[in-house]
Every structure is written in C-alpha cells, then in structure tokens.
C-alpha cells in the first residue's frame, strides 16, 4: 500500500532521519519507492538511493507548479491522469545530462580514421544527445575527417528522452566558456562569435548545424521505428543509469541498427562484456558486431536487401 498523510509513525521518522527537515514537503521512503518504479517503467533508469535528495529537489518543483500538497497525490496525478505532458515533465526532471564538446576525446580520433574508410554517406547514430555537444562534435570529427565537400552528405541522428535538452541542442547556443578548451581552429571553423547583447556566446555554423537532425527517442521502447543503418552508433554513459535486463534490451535494439563492420561508443564506466553477445570489444570501451568478427551472427538488413535510406527518411 502506498503511503498516506496518515502513514504510522516508523514511516513518518524515517523521513526526519533522512534529512529531510525544513522541506515544503514530507517525503517517505514509500513516495521515493513509488518513484522508482515508476521511473524505472517509463524510462528504463534504476535510481539509486543516494539519489532520493535529487529526485525530492527536482520533482518539488512540479508539485508547486500543479499546486499540489503532498508527493503522494502528485504520484497518483500522475498514473491517474495519463498526462503525456506530465509524464514527459516527470522524466525530464530525473533524467541526468552531464556532456561536453569532446567529452571522452580518444573516441573522436577513432571515429575520424573509421570514417575514412567507409562507403559513402556516413550515418552516425548519437543516442543520448542531452544538450547537443556529443553529436555536434561528431559532426565536427565527420567534416574534419571527410573534408566540407564529403562530409555534406553524412549525417548524424541526435536523440535523447528529455525534450528540454532536445531544445536547448536544436538551438546549437552556449556560452563561451563550454568551448574554451577547444582549439582556436577549430572555435573559428565551427562555431560563430556572438556580439552585442549576445556577447560571451557562440553558435554553431549552420553548416554543422545542417549535419545533425534532432528527435525523441526512448531508448526503452520495444520498437525504435528507425529505417535505416548507421556505420557507428554512440551510447555513452547511458547504460550506468539502467540494470543489466535493460541494458540487454537496449543492446538486442542496436545490433539490427548497425551496418556491417560497424562499432559501438560506449562510456569510460560502461563494460557491455557480460551483457550481451552481440558485441565484442574491439578497443577502449568500442565495440564491433559478434556476427561481423566471426561471421557466425545473424544476417544484416543490408545484406538482406532492405537499403539505408536519407536521414530525411528517418522516422521516429
């Protein structure tokens, strides 16, 4: 049974010794399991419990901006109703994004001499692009490895489960600081300087911009609805927010998604080894297809006939 304003007393402490004094709102261990499962369902993330003081910060918000009292009656809002706008708050709110330009830099070189080998057009997949640096630097990495010319026909597919991130990467803006450490190349190459009452900001050029298309996607979902293949596809630092089943899921969903001789990016912390059978490591944290290094896995779409279509024809 969930709990209640009037829960006993046991549940009552529990919040007290948990830190929780001086709130807007009581906050249980039954209100942070509900949450949980809740967001495990939806989302695929296994929250763990050092995190219930970032869940009780982020989801306080929305029960101010419902006008709500108590987390349990936002909880049940939330299942009642089958709000997808609230549902879609809900997730943005405990959804992590930590990126940068370059982050993880050893990958962009691998990438880059990866690329130059491949048939022609170049698709990338960038799975998690939160606010827009991971797949923006892969643009980055395809035209400096491809040259301007070749590179106008590689494309790079952003996705993320959080809309709000989504916007923020469309919109290609940051601050100047978020760029500093890159190298004056290539800040004069690929990002343009903002003056006047944008000054200390930087936009990306529209070409690069051009590169990427941006769309959600919940990496949890049975059916991706994608149509096409991509030479390499980036999940970085994602996998660490979901238990192994999940994990294996999301990875059974790549494998028909990447071209043959394809790799797999994944993040520093994150070792798909024990996970699935698909992938095998190729080199720090990349990964290649079982079926491409033995020969012995399954049969591509692409040697089955179904072609890799524009990213125009991309739905998801």
Not at 99 to 109: D, K, N, V
Not at 138 to 156: K, N, P, W
Not at 300 to 311: E, K, V, W
Request: charge should be positive; proline fraction near 4%; hydrophobic fraction near 40%.
């Amino acid at each position: 049974m969930m709990a209640t304003r009037a829960e006993p007393r046991p549940e009552r402490a529990d919040a007290v010794r948990s830190g929780d004094q001086g709130r807007d709102f009581e906050f249980t261990s039954a209100d942070f399991a509900r949450i949980r499962e809740l967001i495990h369902r939806s989302a695929g993330i296994s929250l763990s419990d050092h995190k219930r003081d970032m869940a009780y910060s982020r989801l306080a918000r929305r029960l101010r901006a419902r006008g709500l009292e108590t987390f349990k009656s936002y909880l049940d809002l939330l299942e009642s109703a089958n709000d997808p706008a609230e549902w879609e708050a809900f997730t943005n709110a405990l959804t992590t994004n930590l990126t940068a330009f370059f982050r993880e830099a050893h990958h962009f070189p691998i990438l880059a001499e990866f690329v130059k080998k491949r048939s022609s057009p170049v698709s990338v997949w960038c799975s998690a692009a939160s606010t827009g640096e991971e797949p923006y630097s892969i643009a980055m990495t395809l035209i400096e490895a491809l040259g301007d010319s070749a590179a106008r026909s590689a494309t790079v597919l952003a996705t993320d489960i959080d809309t709000q991130v989504l916007a923020k990467a469309e919109a290609g803006t940051y601050q100047f600081d978020q760029v500093k450490h890159l190298s004056p190349e290539r800040l004069k190459r690929f990002f343009l300087r903002g003056t006047g009452a944008h000054a200390g900001m930087v936009k990306v050029r529209p070409e690069v911009r051009a590169m990427v298309r941006f769309a959600q996607l919940n990496l949890t979902d049975r059916d991706y609805a994608l149509r096409s293949q991509f030479d390499a596809i980036f999940c970085r630092n994602v996998m660490i927010y979901f238990d192994k089943p999940t994990q294996s899921h999301v990875l059974s969903r790549f494998e028909p998604l990447v071209k043959p001789g394809g790799l797999l990016f994944a993040g520093h912390s994150e070792n798909f080894t024990y996970v699935t059978q698909a992938f095998r490591l190729r080199g720090q944290t990349v990964y290649e297809l079982t079926r491409d290094a033995s020969g012995t896995r399954g049969t591509s779409r692409a040697s089955s006939g179904i072609g890799a279509p524009a990213m125009g024809e991309v739905s998801v």
